[in-house]
């Protein structure tokens, strides 16, 4: 019964900055990475950053390097990613996921994760 409960979206102007969170619970078995997809209007779903449990390597998809920061927090079992600069291609449903070890995909492949929230929306406006 492992649920992600997404958090923190809305609505910002270009050049702003958002944060936004994921409630994981229910963990029975062993998550080795944990990240973001987004998926915006008539588009498919990407990858936007992942997070490794073993030693907390990061991985950024090329459009957000620099901007956004994916984090944990494992005693209050989140995930966050701070979300700055944005623009308004970062429009889309953002969607928490997390990934059982030894599934050999890449950390930007979504079928490579076990678990997903509801997800939430993020706007930005020019």
């Known amino acids: 019964q492992v649920q992600l409960v997404e958090s923190g979206g809305g609505s910002v102007q270009a050049g702003g900055s958002l944060g936004v969170s994921c409630a994981a619970s229910?963990?029975?078995?062993?998550?080795?990475?944990m990240g973001w997809f987004r998926q915006g209007p008539g588009k498919e779903r990407e990858g936007v950053a992942v997070i490794y449990t073993a030693g907390d390597t990061t991985v950024y998809a090329d459009s957000v390097k620099g901007r956004f920061t994916i984090s944990r927090d494992s005693a209050k079992n989140t995930l966050y990613l701070q979300m700055n600069s944005l623009k308004p291609e970062d429009t889309a449903m953002y969607y928490c996921t997390a990934g059982l070890a030894y599934m050999a995909y890449g950390p930007f492949v979504a079928k490579g994760y076990s678990y997903w929230g509801q997800g939430t929306q993020v706007t930005v406006s020019s």
């Open positions: 229910g963990w029975k078995y062993r998550i080795n990475r």
